[in-house]
């Protein structure tokens, strides 16, 4: 009988940004779709640009100093309580910080604990480097498949050949749904998988479409 077991397929993301938000529901879709499990993973766009800080224009820098908390919070619900919350938790700070608008403050993330199922407590990580060491790591282990030129989303999952075959993004909006997001996940796979493979590009004509 063929193999029916799903494939598991690791999801980094900042709940932050605001085209990683597209990208995780793009993801719900495949998730439905195709015989994939996603296991959501910490990556951080503050850790990133940390040392960029002369090279980045006035609104991203405050983008970078705004980002600690969310991800901190993210740390350190997973640490206690495991990656299984991660999704629902990335889903209630993503309704408010990109469909919502809100601020990226105590009241925010608290409210996105409380709809997650998680203690309020958790928002105090958002004010100390306590998780700090695992969010680095959690970091790292994602951006280090990818390279340090691109940044969040980043997708991994076993290749054919044994090899993990993981890449940035994909960069779309509005998120797909439907046989789209399926035909999407079918094509990023035949490329990514292609030897040498590296980059498709084109300039964006228009921001996140986030309803």
């Keep these: 009988m063929p193999d029916t077991a799903p494939t598991t397929v690791d999801f980094w993301f900042d709940p932050v940004c605001p085209w990683a938000w597209l990208t995780s ?10 015989p994939v499990r996603v296991r959501r993973r910490v990556m951080s766009l503050s850790v990133l640009n940390e040392h960029r800080h002369d090279e980045l224009p006035e609104r991203y820098r405050e983008i970078v100093r705004t980002g600690w908390g969310p991800v901190r919070v993210c740390i350190a619900a997973e640490r206690k309580y ?16 990109h469909l919502q608008g809100l ?15 998680l203690p309020a407590q958790l928002a105090d990580a958002a004010d100390t480097d306590a998780f700090d060491s695992e969010l680095r790591a959690s970091h790292r282990e994602g951006i280090e498949l990818v390279g340090q030129e691109v940044g969040t989303p980043v ?3 076993p290749g054919a050949d044994g090899a993990r075959l993981a890449f940035f993004g994909p960069v779309v909006t509005p998120a797909p749904r439907g046989e789209s997001a399926a035909r999407l996940w079918d094509g ?13 590009k084109r300039t964006r004509q228009t921001g996140p479409v986030l309803d």
């Design 25 to 34: 529901r793009w993801m719900l879709e495949v998730e439905r779709l195709r």
């Design 82 to 97: 495991g990656a299984e919350v991660l999704g629902p938790l990335c889903t209630a700070l993503g309704t408010r910080l």
């Design 103 to 117: 601020a990226r403050d105590r009241a925010t993330l608290v409210a996105a604990l409380e709809e997650a199922g």
């Design 155 to 157: 997708i991994a999952l």
């Design 188 to 200: 990023t796979l035949l490329v990514a998988s292609t030897p040498g493979f590296y980059e498709i």
